[in-house]
């Protein structure tokens, strides 16, 4: 595999030992190419399988189905103003709600969502915005939508996690792939007007 020329952020590519490899193949065998997120994370693939493992054992206790879980990363991501993550769960999310909903979504308008969606939503909004004002209130709103604490310190985890991935990839610069933006709805990826601009060439090439 011949990686290009140019680094997928501000750190150059590391040298591909063994772990190194393995993750890249993983993407080659699951997307067809290699996440520029990899190869910022292939500094310590290690401690992306840490914050992985996380994020699996936060996504079992608050027991969300698939797509709430894309709109949790969704509203996270686009409120703290990541392009890659919005782009990729946007275009997830879109197949399974539409993609005007989910072009809301991106914009902070939740209002077309369900009463579960908007709980779920806003509660991902407010842990990535200000944490510390957060409020009983919010709580009672995802005990109402059929969450228990359990879940919804599960819930928290998640979307704390999440902003811990965004933040690491954003800060060193890792832009959206180019197939990411070449497979996102139109509204989504109209609506994406922050964050960095996806790349323009393919990551990796045989």
């Avoid at 699996?56 to 189905?65: F, Q, Y």
Wanted: with cysteine; proline share 5%.
């Amino acid at each position: 595999m011949t990686m290009p020329a140019s680094p997928a952020g501000f750190l150059s590519d590391p040298p591909v030992d063994a772990d190194v490899q393995e993750l890249y193949d993983g993407d080659r065998e699951g997307l067809g190419y290699v996440a520029n997120l990899s190869r910022v994370w292939a500094h310590s693939p290690t401690a992306l399988k840490t914050l992985s493992s996380a994020m699996m054992l936060a996504t079992d206790l608050s027991g969300l189905e698939a797509d709430e879980r894309s709109l949790v990363v969704l509203a996270t991501a686009s409120t703290m103003g990541d392009s890659y993550c919005s782009l990729a769960y946007g275009a997830r999310l879109a197949s399974a709600i539409g993609e005007d909903v989910t072009a809301r979504v991106v914009r902070g308008d939740d209002s077309r969502l369900t009463p579960r969606g908007q709980a779920l939503a806003a509660w991902a909004r407010e842990v990535a915005r200000d944490p510390s004002a957060t409020t009983p209130e919010g709580v009672r709103a995802l005990r109402e939508a059929g969450l228990g604490d359990r879940q919804i310190f599960g819930l928290t985890l998640f979307a704390a996690l999440r902003i811990v991935f965004s933040s690491v990839n954003d800060a060193l610069g890792a832009c959206p792939d180019a197939e990411l933006a070449a497979k996102a709805p139109h509204a989504v990826l109209e609506a994406i007007d922050f964050g960095r601009l996806p790349a323009t060439a393919a990551a990796t090439t045989d």
